[in-house]
């Protein structure tokens, strides 16, 4: 991780240096272990602020939307996913972005590893294939690939799907993944058992959207959960509100969600919404074979037309 | 989610095609009559002692 740290500084205030840039858009360290915040570089001066470890889940595009200067920005595979899809939805310009791509190893799960520590986590280091967790009082280690975050374990596009140039060499992708098992488990219950299923998943939720905002497809300047004239949901944290906030905000990212994982990452409650998500990406995936995006030539699903769409539903 | 199939429904219908726009209300109607009430999709009101 300290190699990808060094030449990402290295790239960076080569960039900066050459005025190619105004701005790089990456990651520094957090006041707490485990909580990396996304930062703007804008002088050389601050480029030894730039970190690299797995604690940086958050989606970079997120930083992108409606900017007019010229941006280097570094990018996971699911960065560049959502990367694209930006450009695709008008909401960057490729032209305005040197896109530094991470091959990626996963990111680490801070509630996981916060859950297995006996006390509070004072410092995490990975090396290698390991996290090293110490606190005042104890020192643990965990092998790296069983803390991964639960959409990075079934990642299949860790390498980034567009970029100018690269921090490192690529990593071999995960093979034979099965993606949706969790989903398919859920599908299988009753509507009754799924009714309760997310009824329970929901109970914690506070609407504190901090997972809308983590989002990089949350970008619409007034949120329908924030429109009071025509008012479409409840406020409150009534079941039927909070749900409805869910499933709407879900099939916003319908078609357009890589799975990221920042909107769970963001959750105070850690709830995992991705659940919802998830499903509406199975089912493009189903009914289009549309995985979001991989390419800057596809227009997405939900925004074209096909002869040869499926709609057996419509009666 | 947990709504039960038979509650929801989708069809195309053309403004020309009334025949075909009976047909569908009537079925969508028993079928929701099927399904009965939708209990679970309702706000409760809050209980003031
Ligand atoms: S989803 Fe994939 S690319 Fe994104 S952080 Fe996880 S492993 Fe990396
Ligand atoms: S809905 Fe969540 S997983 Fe999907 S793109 Fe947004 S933040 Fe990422
Ligand atoms: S971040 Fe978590 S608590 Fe906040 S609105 Fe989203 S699900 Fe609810």
Redesign the pocket.
């Known amino acids: 991780m300290q190699a990808y740290t060094e030449k990402m500084r290295e790239i960076a205030r080569r960039l900066l240096k050459e005025c190619r840039v105004e701005t790089v858009i990456g990651f520094r360290k957090g006041s707490m272990p485990m909580m990396n915040e996304p930062c703007l570089v804008k002088s050389i001066d601050d480029v030894d602020q730039l970190v690299w470890d797995g604690n940086c889940g958050i989606?970079l595009a997120?930083y992108l939307t409606n900017r007019t200067d010229k941006i280097a920005v570094f990018a996971k595979g699911?960065d560049s996913r959502?990367i694209v899809t930006h450009i695709i939805e008008n909401k960057i310009k490729r032209e305005q972005l040197v896109i530094i791509g991470v091959p990626c190893k996963g990111m680490i799960d801070k509630r996981r590893i916060r859950s297995m520590a006996p006390g509070e986590i004072t410092e995490v280091v990975e090396d290698g294939e390991n996290v090293r967790v110490r606190g005042a009082d104890f020192e643990k280690s965990f092998p790296r690939k069983d803390m991964l975050q639960s959409?990075c374990a079934v990642c299949i596009h860790r390498n980034p799907v567009i970029y100018d140039e690269l921090v490192a060499d690529l990593v071999p992708e995960q093979q034979n993944v099965d993606r949706y098992e969790d989903v398919r488990a859920i599908e299988a219950m009753s509507p009754d058992e799924r009714w309760q299923f997310f009824e329970d998943l929901l109970a914690p939720c506070i609407r504190c959207y901090a997972?809308r905002n983590?989002?990089?497809?949350?970008y619409c300047p007034t949120c329908f959960v924030d429109e009071s004239a025509p008012q479409w949901v409840g406020k409150s944290q009534n079941p039927v509100d909070v749900r409805t906030f869910h499933f709407l905000?879900?099939y916003h990212?319908a078609g357009?969600?890589?799975?990221?994982?920042?909107?769970?990452r963001?959750c105070p409650m850690g709830i995992n919404?991705?659940m919802f998500?998830k499903k509406l990406?199975k089912e493009a995936l189903d009914q289009w074979g549309w995985e979001?995006g991989l390419s800057l030539d596809q227009r997405p699903p939900l925004d074209w037309y096909r002869p040869d769409d499926p709609q057996d539903f419509i009666k | 989610m947990g709504v039960e199939p038979g509650r929801v429904h989708f069809s195309w219908i053309s403004s020309a095609e009334s025949t075909k726009f009976v047909d569908v209300v009537k079925k969508v109607t028993e079928a929701v009559r099927a399904v009965g009430p939708n209990e679970k999709y309702v706000k409760k009101e809050l209980k003031v002692a």
Request: hydrophobic fraction near 20%; glycine fraction near 4%; charge should be neutral.
């Open positions: 989606n997120n699911c959502n959409n997972c983590a989002c990089p497809l949350c905000r879900a990212c357009r969600c890589t799975d990221c994982g920042s909107c769970e963001a919404m991705r998500t990406e979001a």
